[in-house]
């Protein structure tokens, strides 16, 4: 295969300040030139914003460097899918119509170059977290999304920022690897080798770059978060790698 694959995800586009975010979009778009060359296709695997919600004729505003970039790939024939994330579910089908990419709302499995991925962005899987796993069946809803449209946009964006400012995501600080029987989504990848083989299991959500060899040719890979690592992986048509962009290299 003459090109490459990418693979990356949580951006958080909108936390913890405009200005850092703005800084980190820059950073995001340098990255996206240097892959572009010898790009075949390109994973976002979600939490690309921290918060996103479309109104019928209202999108939040912000970060058009980056969707004018990602408009411009697929211009240029590069597929594009996003991911809808925990920070991001609310997306419907605006970069669809405006910027040609695909939406994927849950797991996605390829085939490429005869290797098996299991792709998803990584909320709700594995064991525990059932208070989040309910609350996500209720903002995933019909329901929930029409509600939430009624509220006025500045009323709405302003909400969803607020609570922007309290995530996970606005403390930057780096995650801890928990030892692989205690990582839920190596556990719920073992879980589906049970079922079918993969060779390749790609998560974001965790906010922790990390591969792990689960045997018999399957690797669990997490393609972290650009807060701290500024990490992705790249499947060159025979092995997948996690790597980190550093544009002062």
Same mark, same amino acid.
């Given at each position: 295969?003459?090109?490459?694959?990418?693979?990356?995800?949580?951006?958080?586009?909108?936390?913890?300040?405009?200005?850092?975010?703005?800084? /980190? =979009?820059?950073?995001?778009? %340098?990255?996206?030139?240097?892959? =572009?060359?010898?790009?075949?296709?390109?994973?976002?695997?979600?939490?690309?914003?921290?918060?996103?919600?479309?109104?019928?004729?209202?999108?939040? @505003?912000?970060?058009? /460097?980056?969707?004018?970039?990602?408009?411009?790939?697929?211009?240029?024939?590069? @597929?594009?899918?996003?991911?809808?994330?925990?920070?991001?579910?609310?997306?419907?089908?605006?970069?669809?119509?405006?910027?040609?990419?695909?939406?994927? %709302?849950?797991?996605?499995?390829?085939?490429?170059?005869?290797?098996?991925?299991?792709?998803?962005?990584?909320?709700?899987?594995?064991?525990?977290?059932?208070?989040? @796993?309910?609350?996500? @069946?209720?903002?995933?809803?019909?329901?929930?999304?029409?509600?939430?449209?009624?509220?006025?946009?500045?009323?709405?964006?302003?909400?969803?920022?607020?609570?922007? /400012?309290?995530?996970?995501?606005?403390?930057?600080?780096?995650?801890?690897?928990?030892?692989?029987?205690?990582?839920?989504?190596?556990?719920?990848?073992?879980?589906?080798?049970?079922?079918?083989?993969?060779?390749?299991?790609?998560?974001?959500?965790?906010?922790?770059?990390?591969?792990?060899?689960?045997?018999?040719? %399957?690797?669990?890979?997490?393609?972290?978060?650009?807060?701290?690592?500024?990490?992705?992986?790249?499947?060159?048509?025979?092995?997948?790698?996690?790597?980190?962009?550093?544009?002062?290299?």
């Amino acid at each position: 295969m003459a090109k490459k694959i990418y693979f990356a995800s949580d951006f958080h586009l909108g936390t913890p300040s405009y200005s850092e975010s703005r800084t /980190r =979009e820059a950073r995001i778009v %340098s990255w996206l030139n240097f892959i =572009e060359p010898d790009c075949s296709e390109l994973f976002l695997m979600g939490d690309v914003f921290d918060f996103w919600f479309e109104y019928a004729t209202v999108v939040p @505003k912000g970060f058009v /460097r980056l969707q004018g970039k990602l408009a411009a790939m697929t211009d240029a024939g590069i @597929k594009i899918y996003f991911f809808k994330g925990n920070h991001d579910m609310w997306v419907r089908d605006y970069f669809t119509r405006e910027i040609g990419m695909e939406i994927i %709302s849950d797991e996605l499995i390829i085939e490429r170059s005869g290797k098996k991925f299991y792709l998803h962005h990584g909320d709700g899987l594995g064991p525990g977290d059932n208070k989040y @796993k309910f609350l996500r @069946k209720i903002f995933r809803s019909k329901v929930c999304q029409w509600l939430f449209a009624r509220l006025h946009p500045n009323l709405g964006i302003g909400i969803a920022n607020s609570w922007s /400012r309290g995530s996970r995501a606005a403390q930057t600080e780096k995650e801890v690897f928990l030892g692989e029987d205690k990582e839920w989504l190596a556990i719920y990848a073992k879980e589906q080798l049970q079922q079918a083989h993969f060779d390749y299991f790609i998560f974001g959500h965790r906010h922790l770059p990390l591969d792990i060899d689960l045997g018999n040719g %399957s690797r669990y890979v997490n393609i972290g978060e650009w807060l701290n690592y500024n990490s992705y992986g790249v499947f060159d048509g025979q092995d997948l790698k996690l790597e980190y962009y550093n544009p002062k290299a």
